[in-house]
């Protein structure tokens, strides 16, 4: 089984900065992608950024600009940083692991929160 634990979540005010991490654990193979969503309250759960094994990347158009994904590939470790935060940032942010080059699997973290506010 895979585990993702995500931490880095806090209250900031608009325009400030935060790191999330999401560390991996378990039976890791044949990667595909791993990203980070995010979920506020009533909405959908909307995709935030992506980094495919090879390192290419995708950003929600509200985020471009702002916020990076990285992964440190020798701690199987997801990172996203955040900067210029709006109070529309506001949700809880998740980890995502996608698995397979035949059988797809998809992993999820518990989730942290980020909040955005003065």
């Known amino acids: 089984q895979v585990q993702l634990v995500e931490s880095g979540g806090d209250l900031v005010q608009p325009g400030g900065s935060l790191r999330l991490s999401c560390a991996a654990s378990?039976?890791?193979?044949?990667?595909?992608?791993m990203g980070w969503y995010r979920q506020a309250p009533g909405k959908q759960r909307e995709l935030v950024a992506t980094?495919?094994?090879?390192?290419?990347?995708i950003y929600s158009d509200s985020v471009k600009g702002r916020f990076t994904i990285s992964r440190d590939n020798a701690k199987s470790t997801l990172y996203l940083q955040m900067n210029s935060l709006k109070p529309e940032d506001t949700a809880v942010y998740y980890c995502?692991?996608?698995?397979?080059?035949?059988?797809?699997?998809?992993?999820w973290g518990r989730g942290t929160q980020v909040t955005v506010s003065s």
């Open positions: 378990g039976s890791i193979s044949n990667i595909n992608a």
């Open positions: 995502n692991l996608d698995l397979g080059s035949f059988s797809r699997r998809t992993y």
């Open positions: 980094i495919t094994r090879g390192g290419d990347t």
